[in-house]
């Protein structure tokens, strides 16, 4: 595969659909079992269009939300304790210095993936839950940072992918003081009515608080929005839901929010619950195309 036919599948050189890179994927399924790592995994990510590596912020499995596509099984506990950083940073170092090494060309696991794949786009603080409740976050950023201010490396991004519950959270404020102008948010909005939310992300909290809390970071610098339809029992999005999803992106804007563009994707890997499944292209093209009609934003499709 030429750097080229990558790129144009990845996205890069428009805002076109990603239609298929499932062959050059194949082994990023189960990506955390690889390093026998604790923290840090590794995975191939449609929408960061490269290499991502995770930081594992909730291996105790803790989220407030219990989204219909979750892919996480929480019928088997996650790990209990703190989250010891030393050995997370440990791990972080390693797997960057695999990454530039060439070493994790050499696993098996990577062998016939195209080099190109394997240029490292973000550390991203994600996992098996929600990041922002970690009482922990402030110093894990913290922490990361460090590690990409001696200058071991080349520079790398960190993204914060979350479900914008807790960016009002003050351990949260702290750790994104410390984000650079390149580092991003990736934060989630999935519905525009609370009645969708509910059918969607059952959350132990608001439509009305996640919105509050968008405004609240998106005021100081941009974010992506990230938007997850996934299909239900075989149904698409309702009309009316887009219009009313569409209505509260263009609120988020009147409030001052700096959004870089939207992410409409749908679940992709093995999730738990039977009753969910991939939306197809052609539907999420469908919802980008009028997205974009309605809001005037950039919408990418993955």
Known sequence: MSLSETQNLLGYKDASPVISVEGAISHFIKPRQYLQNKYVYLTLSYRARGLSIGINVNPDK???FDCVYCEVDRR???LPGVI???ALVSELNNTLSANYSGELKKLPAFRDTPVELLELKHVALSGDGEPTICPQFAEIVERIVHLRALGKFPFFKITLVTN???LHYPWVQAGLELFS???EIWAKLDAGTQEFMNKINRPKTT????LSNIVLVG????????TLFPSIRGETIPENEIEEYSKRLLELISEGVKISYVQIHSARRPMTNPECGHLP???LSKIARKVRDKTGLKVEVF
């Open 62 to 64: 803790m989220c407030n």
């Open 76 to 78: 088997a506990p996650g």
């Open 84 to 86: 010891n950083l030393d």
């Open 164 to 166: 914008s519950s807790g």
């Open 181 to 183: 102008h390149e580092d």
């Open 207 to 210: 439509l009305k608080n996640i």
């Open 219 to 226: 005021r100081k610098r941009p974010v992506v929005i990230q």
């Open 281 to 283: 292209l052609r539907e």
